[in-house]
């Protein structure tokens, strides 16, 4: 079902206003094709993600949890699928916060065709993002691959009910990837419904109950609702992360070896990182690793 009315933005890879979180994920989209306020792209934002046969108890979750999160000004990212995705939507946008939907259709189509409203409101209060050109409908191989970009859009990643063979575990282990938190809801043992997330929390997920709990893990890891502080010498040529990676050779250092190097959190790193390169102080390599430049 084609999304009426509002106008359609193409951002490329180098455009500026390209969202910078994405930018420096491996294997950022070439061009997005977007819906809604691009504004929304500059706010810390938290994906709540799952399954879409979800249960009662987990919709009710992923709207408690998006409505925490949302009062707490933090944008909620999903995927406008049916189930738990849908409810964080919902969740976030009835606390009257914003939200990005990340769509394996073309931006200009709804689906499933019961979201239409959803999808309208979700324009009203933010975005709706897809890499696939206008008019593509739905195609089952286009959702694994959007989830690298609902999580390399946010700084956490918050399963609610997964099964074992669940799309949402793809997500997580995107997110992994991309050096962002992982964080689980435990459920009922009695049943099939949430395996998958709780071996995310035997491998080291934090466990979710409240939005407080994801705010208290994001300020762990250096992120806060308003983003990361820089550097005190962040615009210094002495920076820890450029002074580094100057020892570093030809080869750089990749997200794991500059967070050992340099002490920073992780999110702090990531926001770090992020600004250097939009500043062109260092350059992405190949697998994701790091170099300085001679600017």
């Known amino acids: ?35 809604g306020d691009l504004s929304a792209f500059e706010q810390l934002s938290v994906a709540i993600v799952g399954s879409r046969a979800a249960s009662q108890y987990a919709r009710s979750v992923a709207r408690r949890l998006a409505a925490g999160l949302a009062q707490a000004g933090v944008v909620v990212t999903s995927g406008m699928a049916r189930g738990v995705d849908g409810a964080a939507h919902e969740g976030c946008l009835d606390a009257g916060g914003r939200t990005i939907a990340v769509v394996g259709t073309g931006a200009d189509v709804v689906y499933p065709a019961e979201h239409d409203e959803l999808a309208g409101r979700i324009v009203r209060q933010g975005l709706i993002v897809s890499e696939c050109p206008p008019g593509t409908p739905a195609r089952a191989w286009h959702f694994p691959r959007r989830n690298r970009i609902i999580s390399g859009l946010s700084q956490a990643v918050v399963v609610v009910e997964a099964s074992e063979k ?13 050096g962002r938190e992982v964080m689980a809801v435990p459920g009922s043992v009695l049943y099939g419904r949430n395996r998958g997330a709780h071996a995310l929390i035997k491998d080291g997920a934090t466990p979710i ?61 990531l926001a770090e990182l992020t600004a250097l390169e939009l500043e062109g102080r260092v350059v992405r390599l190949t697998g994701g690793r790091f170099l300085k430049t001679e600017h």
């Open 166 to 178: 669940s799309g949402s575990l793809i997500t997580a282990r995107t997110a992994l990837e991309q």
């Open 209 to 269: 109950e409240e939005a407080s709990d994801i705010l208290d893990a994001l300020g762990r890891a250096g992120w806060t609702p308003r983003g990361v502080q820089r550097c005190a010498d962040a615009g210094n040529d002495r920076h820890p992360v450029t002074e580094v990676l100057a020892g570093a050779g030809p080869d750089g250092l990749d997200v794991e070896g500059l967070e050992g190097a340099t002490g920073l959190a992780r999110g702090a790193l």
């Open 1 to 35: 079902m084609p999304l009426r009315a509002e106008p359609l933005v193409t951002l490329a890879w180098a455009d500026s206003r390209y969202p910078a979180w994405l930018r420096v994920v491996p294997d950022p989209p070439p061009v997005l094709w977007i819906r």
